[in-house]
């Protein structure tokens, strides 16, 4: 997919192996956009409360289900939006997305953004997604 996405990090910008500071579609891609994802099973169970580990391991559980419903896989997400609540150390959360994405090069943009409170009292940290692949399914790069 490297003619279709290109991961920017300009000179004159701070390189961080963790993520991207720009990155291209160029046309010809298909776009997903996943909405929030939150520490929810299926059943609608809240996981981890109190734990940003272990939500943030089903926040990922949860993006790459909604992720696969649209031929795509974690590693075809260019952009993450992170919501985390004031007052929680996001290391546990970092760690848990270090595994996930472990040394792959050209890691997606991020937005981190702390917030008061989120949909629900017991929800610690939420994840968007934009992923990008090939017009008819993944390339998983």
């Known amino acids: 997919m490297t003619e279709l996405v290109r991961h920017l990090n300009p000179d004159g910008m701070h390189r961080n192996p963790a993520f991207t500071q720009a990155v291209v579609v160029e046309a010809g891609a298909r776009t997903i956009y996943v909405g929030g994802q939150n520490a929810v099973t299926a059943d609608g ?4 409360e109190g734990d940003l580990a272990a939500q943030t391991v089903q926040v990922f559980a949860n993006l790459e289900t909604a992720l696969a419903a ?7 997400v260019i952009k993450w939006s992170i919501y985390i609540v004031q007052g929680q150390d996001l290391r546990p959360g970092f760690e848990v997305f270090q595994r996930v994405w472990g040394q792959r090069p050209n890691p997606p943009a991020i937005t981190g953004v702390v917030v008061a409170g989120l949909a629900h009292p017991a929800f610690l940290v939420e994840l968007e997604a934009i992923a990008v692949t090939r017009v008819g399914g993944t390339d998983g790069a």
Do not use: E, M, R
């Open 70 to 76: 649209a031929g795509a896989t974690i590693y075809d």
């Open 45 to 48: 169970s809240i996981v981890g």
